[in-house]
């Protein structure tokens, strides 16, 4: 394979496109899926873009557990809250749909709030606080996920990576967007070191016998889905660090996801059925919208942001310290280096070409291929 990897966005967004219409999916939620999974290419988060397009989708579907079809039901509506029904639907639509919802509630009577269960993997939290900072909102979600991580003092996958996550609206180029896993590390990460052959960082996964997982990220990896091994909440291991802050802010995720649409959590989240036969993740899902023109207006709320984010950055730096960022200023100028396109590693070259070549979707050719 050639190194020219960096394919430009409108031919990377329009082959995503293509190829989820091939696997079923309705081209208009088809262009939802790719923006939300490109988003995180061009924020550099790339444990959740083009590398899981293929494993984490397109198998899915093919494997039967993921509808490509998004069938929405309401559950329950009121003027500020709304519960939904993915009937394991593209996480990425009926996420699309539910911050939607949440905004325009929110524009209405000042708070919004929708809950979804029975959904599947929706991409990066951040890309739907996005939607709500653009829209003069304050915007939460997150979602729980298949268990895979440990609580304090526990060595067994309780839960999921569970993120936490919060845009507020600036003055800046950029929002502040806060949008991390409760755990230390994510699946997808793990994933992307197994790719690039770079080695699980330390302290980050815990095995069964209590001891720290290390080496292969690969091998770490089957022991996370054999349950002989577990990611750490943020902290790390024990209390010492504060790993039990980890462990709360992920319940709290956890219940935040299931408890308001009474959908499934916990173990029910493996993807697997008593038989240990593959099925649907039943992932749950909230998202949360606050106008602030309810409150004392949108360029006022901005410019405070604005402020504080630059004060917090012009203060003292530590020695050997260039700068001090805030959260999303990393991405927004990774978005910025990206205008040119996505960089696509090795790995994810080979199956891009064998999709193209599933669907017969000859009328693309990559520049890795030359």
């Avoid at 993921?66 to 709304?82: D, F, L, R, S, W």
């Avoid at 024990?238 to 173990?267: I, P, R, T």
């Avoid at 993807?271 to 207006?297: M, Q, S, V």
Wanted: proline share 4%.
């Amino acid at each position: 394979m050639s190194k020219n990897n960096v394919v430009d966005w409108k031919t990377i967004t329009d082959f995503v496109i293509d190829a989820f219409v091939g696997y079923g999916i309705p081209r208009a939620d088809a262009a939802i899926c790719a923006d939300v999974l490109l988003e995180s290419d061009k924020r550099g988060i790339e444990s959740h873009g083009v590398n899981r397009f293929k494993p984490i989708y397109l198998d899915r579907i093919k494997a039967g557990i993921q509808n490509p079809v998004t069938e929405i039901t309401v559950v329950k509506e009121t003027e500020t809250t709304a519960v939904l029904d993915a009937n394991n639907g593209m996480g990425q639509v009926v996420g699309h749909r539910a911050m939607s919802m949440a905004i325009e509630k929110a524009k209405k009577y000042g708070m919004g709030s929708v809950a979804v269960r029975n959904s599947c993997h929706y991409g990066i939290a951040g890309y739907y606080a996005s939607m709500a900072t653009k829209a003069g909102c304050i915007g939460m979600t997150g979602t729980n996920a298949r268990p895979s991580v440990a609580p304090t003092f526990g060595v067994e996958g309780m839960f999921g990576t569970n993120p936490f996550t919060i845009g507020i609206p600036t003055d800046e180029p950029f929002d502040f967007m806060f949008d991390c896993a409760t755990s230390i590390t994510q699946n997808g990460k793990v994933e992307y070191y197994e790719r690039i052959g770079e080695n699980v960082h330390p302290g980050t996964i815990i095995g069964i016998d209590g001891e720290p997982v290390e080496g292969d990220a690969g091998v770490a990896l089957k022991r996370i889905r054999n349950g002989t091994a577990a990611l750490t909440t943020l902290g790390g291991i024990g209390e010492a660090l504060g790993g039990y802050k980890g462990y709360g802010f992920a319940m709290a995720v956890e219940l935040l996801s299931a408890v308001l649409a009474d959908g499934s959590y916990g173990k029910d989240l493996d993807g697997k059925d008593e038989n240990g036969n593959i099925r649907p993740y039943h992932l749950g899902h909230y998202f949360i919208a606050i106008d602030t023109n309810h409150f004392l207006g949108e360029e006022l709320c901005r410019r405070k942001a604005g402020d504080i984010i630059r004060a917090v950055r012009a203060s003292k730096k530590a020695p050997g310290a260039e700068r001090i960022y805030s959260a999303g200023e990393k991405e927004y100028e990774i978005g910025l280096a990206r205008a040119a396109g996505v960089p696509i590693n090795e790995s994810v070259q080979k199956e891009i070409i064998a999709i193209r070549d599933e669907l017969g979707l000859t009328q693309y050719k990559f520049p890795f291929e030359d």
